[in-house]
């Protein structure tokens, strides 16, 4: 197995602030906080599918703290996500795509579980 995204080079503080940047130009990032310190956030993007016409977004960025896994936070971030996605940008479909490749086991199990 390939390890984690993560673990294959330098977490660059600096690209990943162009990354939501970026993303908040053209999409909705939403952050989980809890007594004030910040504990995940999702980002993504609303455009056309690529194989349709119809509009999607796409969940690029979804994390959660280490120390705040298990909790309700993910689902709230991606139903935050959600609001936005069919409410504000006026989708028809969400995509969650899971980017890091940490823990793929229990993000796989919260997929099917929780979502």
Excluded at 38 to 59: D, R, W
Aim: glycine share 8%.
């Amino acid at each position: 197995m390939r390890p984690p995204i993560t673990e294959m080079s330098h977490f660059d503080d600096s690209k990943a602030l162009q990354a939501i940047e970026n993303i908040t130009l053209g999409g909705g990032v939403f952050l989980a906080e809890q007594d004030g310190v910040i504990i995940g956030m999702i980002g993504g993007l609303a455009s056309e599918h690529l194989f349709t016409q119809q509009k999607t977004a796409y969940a690029i960025c979804h994390y959660v703290h280490p120390l705040s896994r298990g909790t309700s936070a993910g689902v709230r971030l991606i139903k935050a996500f959600e609001k936005w996605a069919f409410e504000i940008a006026q989708v028809n479909a969400t995509i969650l795509c899971p980017s890091t490749g940490i823990e793929m086991d229990r993000v796989i199990y919260f997929m099917k579980n929780w979502i």
